[in-house]
């Protein structure tokens, strides 16, 4: 299937990971790939998406700001300040206007801190209790997320082992089987091995106890004859001819005329003599 990976390694089985040089071994392998890898541009045939619609004045001062590697303005605390009029101006109403309308937002600021409080001391007990009830509920909330979570994570953990334990016993089997028809082979190949040398010295030894044939003969070499002496396989062809298959009634017919005839050649030479005589 395109786009599987397939994982061939089974941490629940094998072994060999916390020996010494296997975490150095495995580090060096990553950073020779890493020095192979030349790094592709994905986007790079995509056009830059357009942020200026979504900027603002401030935004955008910010942005160049930025760009120009400016430092960024201190926050200005004028405002929590407040300084009487001039000692040069003490007598000019300007001066002193100033001054009171400098003073108006942080009266105002005082009021509203003050409101603050007492709004707290009437109200804030029982906001707080609201407050951490919700915490709480939220509290418990998460904890059985994590729970579930913990239980998934185990859960996959454990049906990991299992199936890697699985696949462990059938891989230490079919190592086992595997092994054992190797280990066949070698001795059917050494057996072989055993029964050519025997069968060469075999055919040897018929060579040597042959006779060793004329000029004009072309006797069978022991290849022809299957591993048989000419003597024994003449002796064959004459016993096979000279008992013949008794079921057949032709040939039975055929040797006793032979025999007829040859009874009656020594008394046709007898009447002869006779004659002479």
């Known amino acids: 299937m395109a786009g599987e990976v397939i994982v061939d390694a089974l941490p629940y089985i094998d072994h060999g990971y916390d020996d010494v040089g296997v975490r150095e071994s495995a580090l060096a392998m990553?950073?020779?790939?890493?020095?192979?890898?030349?790094?592709?541009?994905?986007?790079?045939?995509?056009?830059?998406?357009?942020?200026?619609?979504?900027?603002?004045?401030?935004?955008a001062n910010e942005f160049e700001r930025i760009q120009n590697r400016l430092?960024?303005?201190?926050?200005?605390?004028?405002?929590?300040?407040?300084p009487?009029?001039?000692?040069?101006?003490?007598?000019?109403?300007?001066?002193?206007q100033e001054a009171i309308e400098n003073s108006m937002p942080q009266l105002e600021h005082q009021w509203v801190r003050s409101l603050n409080l007492e709004l707290m001391l009437d109200y804030g007990t029982e906001a707080w209790k609201a407050y951490l009830e919700v915490f709480t509920?939220?509290?418990a909330?998460?904890?059985?997320?994590?729970?579930?979570?913990?239980?998934?994570?185990?859960?996959?953990?454990?049906?990991?082992?299992?199936a890697q334990t699985q696949a462990g016993e059938r891989l230490r089997s079919l190592e086992a089987h595997w092994v054992l028809l190797v280990s066949k082979n070698y001795e059917i190949e050494t057996e072989c091995v055993e029964l050519?040398?025997?069968?060469?010295?075999?055919?040897?030894?018929l060579q040597s106890i042959a006779p060793q044939p004329s000029a004009n003969d072309t006797a069978p070499t022991p290849e022809h004859t299957n591993g048989f002496d000419q003597?024994?396989?003449?002796?064959?062809?004459?016993?096979?001819?000279?008992n013949p298959d008794p079921s057949q009634p032709g040939d039975d017919g055929a040797d006793a005329d032979g025999d007829s005839k040859e009874e009656?050649?020594?008394?046709?030479?007898?009447?002869?003599?006779?004659g002479s005589t």
Request: hydrophobic share 30%.
């Open 30 to 59: 990553v950073e020779e790939e890493c020095r192979r890898y030349r790094p592709t541009k994905i986007t790079g045939h995509l056009p830059l998406p357009a942020s200026s619609p979504f900027e603002t004045p401030l935004m």
């Open 71 to 82: 430092p960024m303005e201190t926050l200005s605390m004028k405002r929590y300040e407040l």
């Open 84 to 96: 009487p009029a001039p000692s040069g101006k003490l007598s000019e109403v300007s001066a002193w």
């Open 137 to 139: 509920a939220m509290q």
């Open 141 to 162: 909330k998460a904890q059985l997320q994590l729970q579930q979570l913990k239980k998934d994570i185990q859960d996959v953990n454990w049906q990991r082992k299992q």
């Open 196 to 205: 050519e040398k025997i069968v060469h010295a075999a055919r040897q030894h």
């Open 231 to 242: 003597d024994d396989l003449a002796e064959s062809n004459g016993s096979s001819s000279s």
């Open 264 to 274: 009656d050649k020594p008394e046709a030479q007898e009447e002869s003599s006779n």
